[in-house]
């Protein structure tokens, strides 16, 4: 069965720190990867996703992952973080060969001044 | 505005009590689900359904119920609800059906407590 692990519960950074957030999945092709993000009593909005070609993508709000063959891993980043960074990131897979999404636990990000 | 709707934005219910969830997008989208976000567990897929009448089980679909009779309208049902379907709710349209091609959007969650 497909599996997506964000291993860290809950991050905390100063402002204008890098900020790495880790994702890990289990499958046995090449998924469709996303990274969303949701702040505190919103929806879910997506910063970025990985389909095929270049292993490094870029996002909005200037967040950037990198696609890990060999590791399994899908990794977001961002060099600068910002006070408005707080939020909760998820994660995702979606399954090429069918129609369902898989969300990791979340890793809730706290920014301090 | 392209939008996905849903409501109401918060339920407080007894167990037992028949309940209607729903969710309605302006995107003229295929795809629809629905999820349920519990502390710890992340986004759960409960049901999907790539177009009009054409539904399918996620991960956790036991004690709900939805339809498709219309493209835009995607209402989840919990016929029996019961404490442990307590959670927040979340509605999501994509363009296209397909292996998750397509960028999903979301609703603005519901939140249910079923007393």
């Known amino acids: 069965a497909q599996s997506v692990t964000q291993p860290d519960i809950h991050i905390t950074v100063s402002e204008g720190a890098s900020l790495e957030l880790r994702c890990n999945y289990s499958?046995?092709?090449?998924?469709?990867l996303f990274w969303y993000v949701q702040s505190p009593g919103q929806g879910l909005q997506l910063l970025l996703k990985y389909f095929s070609g270049d292993t490094l993508v870029q996002g909005i709000k200037g967040f950037e992952a990198e696609f890990k063959r060999s590791q399994s891993s899908f990794n977001l980043r961002k060099p600068s973080v910002h006070w408005s960074d707080a939020a909760e990131y998820f994660c995702?897979?979606?399954?090429?060969?069918?129609?369902?999404?898989?969300f990791g636990t979340g890793t809730s990000l706290t920014v301090i001044p | 505005e392209a939008q996905v709707t849903q409501n109401p934005r918060y339920l407080i219910t007894v167990t037992g009590k028949k309940l209607t969830v729903t969710c309605s997008q302006n995107m003229n989208h295929e795809y629809m689900s629905w999820y349920r976000q519990d502390p710890g567990l992340g986004l759960r897929q409960i049901y999907y359904s790539m177009n009009v009448e054409v539904t399918d089980k996620g991960d956790v679909p036991e004690g709900y119920k939805v339809s498709r009779k219309e493209k835009r309208n995607f209402p989840l049902i919990l016929e029996s609800p019961s404490p442990n379907q307590t959670s927040l709710y979340f509605c999501?349209?994509?363009?296209?059906?397909?292996?998750?091609?397509?960028?999903?959007?979301f609703g603005p969650g519901t939140r249910l407590t079923v007393l």
């Open positions: 995702a897979v979606g399954v090429r060969s069918g129609n369902q999404f898989y």
């Open positions: 999501a349209s994509s363009r296209t059906s397909g292996g998750g091609t397509d960028t999903q959007y």
């Open positions: 499958y046995g092709a090449t998924p469709y």
